[in-house]
């Protein structure tokens, strides 16, 4: 069975600070994705990295896909009040079969 | 309008009693799935259907069934229901790029159901 584990699972920051969530595995994926979830609403994607050591940047949030296709990191800085949000991380296994593993997720709440 | 609807979005049942969820969407995508949400757990993927005629169980498929009516429509039923099958539950659709690699899913609102 594929896991995600993710880390922290709660985070409490102060606007301004900076933070780095972290999303690791002991298998290896085809790509992995970034979701945001705000109280009411289903995920939305953030981002997708497809390949090892990628980074892709939007805005102030940094995401790094491992080497290894393992983990991946997902850095905000200067966080915001509305950065607030549950951060799901989600790999694709190989092949053409377009499920996802979701990783357990991080609560974020960053106070102003 | 919302491309990808649930219905209804909050449900209280009791023990036994059969629920339908709902998922519709305009998106014109074939693939569709149904995920249930528990704190601390993340999204698990119940069923998934890749076209009407494709229905496959995901990682936690008991006492859970789908029907794919339409392309646009994959209802979740759950038979008896039982309390620990109080959770969020989450429709989403896809269209897969290429090889399915990158493709994204995009979801529902969510329907909260809760087995007193």
């Known amino acids: 069975t594929q896991l995600l584990e993710q880390s922290p699972q709660f985070l409490s920051i102060q606007e301004g600070e900076n933070l780095t969530v972290y999303c690791n595995s002991s298998s290896v994926f085809s790509s992995l994705q970034w979701y945001r979830q705000e109280p009411g609403e289903g995920p939305v994607l953030l981002v997708t990295?497809?390949?090892?050591?990628e980074v892709k940047k939007l805005k102030r949030l940094t995401f790094q896909f491992g080497d290894a296709r393992k983990d991946s990191s997902l850095h905000i800085t200067a966080a915001q009040p509305g950065d607030t949000g549950l951060y799901l991380c989600a790999g694709r296994s190989w092949g053409n079969t377009g499920k996802l593993i979701f990783g357990q997720g991080t609560t974020l709440q960053v106070k102003p | 309008d919302a491309d990808v609807t649930q219905t209804p979005r909050n449900r209280i049942t009791k023990t036994g009693k059969r629920i339908m969820l709902e998922c519709s969407q305009t998106?014109?995508?074939?693939?569709m799935y149904w995920y249930r949400q528990d704190p601390g757990l993340g999204l698990r993927l119940i069923y998934y259907?890749?076209?009407?005629?494709?229905?496959n169980k995901g990682e936690i498929s008991d006492g859970y069934s789908v029907s794919r009516q339409a392309q646009a429509k994959f209802s979740l039923s759950l038979e008896s229901a039982i309390p620990n099958q109080t959770a969020l539950y989450f429709c989403a659709t896809s269209d897969p790029q290429g090889q399915g690699v990158s493709d994204t899913q995009y979801f529902g609102p969510g329907t909260r159901l809760t087995v007193l």
């Open positions: 259907s890749f076209d009407v005629k494709d229905i």
């Open positions: 990295v497809v390949t090892g050591g």
């Open positions: 998106k014109g995508h074939d693939r």
